[in-house]
């Protein structure tokens, strides 16, 4: 689940994770903690955002995979690669431009990576995905690639 709000309002993610989670608590709107099943605890200082799973390999170029499956029914893989440290941010937006969700944001080493993102609260449609890397002295690499929701 993500929370940009404290709590108030959820949003289904999926975390890959098949343990249960058992309890949340945020001590501000960003930063929480939960605990589940089998020891699980898990902290998030970016309100839940879906997290990012590095593949390993080694990088030379920077790279926006097309997701899969494409279309989906609620739920698909976004992988992207690295080649150098920075901030990754992917957005979610309409076919008009407009955002709507930001699907990522992490300060990432080099490598090749994946995250998932769930529709489940999208309707069915046409999106586009972005993604920005950035070093701090600039924007490294950005590409956009189109989505298709299906229900």
């Known amino acids: 689940m993500k929370t940009t709000d404290g709590g108030t309002s959820w949003f289904t993610q999926i975390s890959g994770i098949s343990t249960p989670l058992r309890a949340i608590f945020f001590v501000d709107p960003l930063t929480g903690y939960s605990v589940g099943d089998a020891g699980i605890i898990l ?38 690669s690295t080649p150098a440290y920075g901030t990754v941010k992917i957005i979610l937006y309409d076919i008009l431009g407009r955002e709507l969700s930001t699907v990522a944001d992490y300060s990432l080493q080099p490598g090749n990576y994946e995250t998932w993102f769930n529709g489940a609260d999208f309707s069915s449609g046409v999106y586009l995905y972005e993604i920005t890397l950035n070093s701090g002295i600039g924007v490294l690499f950005r590409d956009r690639k189109k989505m298709i929701i299906i229900k």
């Not at 390993?56 to 698909?76: A, C, D, E, I, W």
């Open 43 to 80: 902290k998030t200082t970016n309100g839940g955002i879906t997290s990012i799973k590095e593949t390993g390999g080694t990088v030379t170029s920077y790279r926006l995979y097309q997701n899969y499956p494409n279309p989906f029914n609620n739920s698909t893989k976004i992988k992207f």
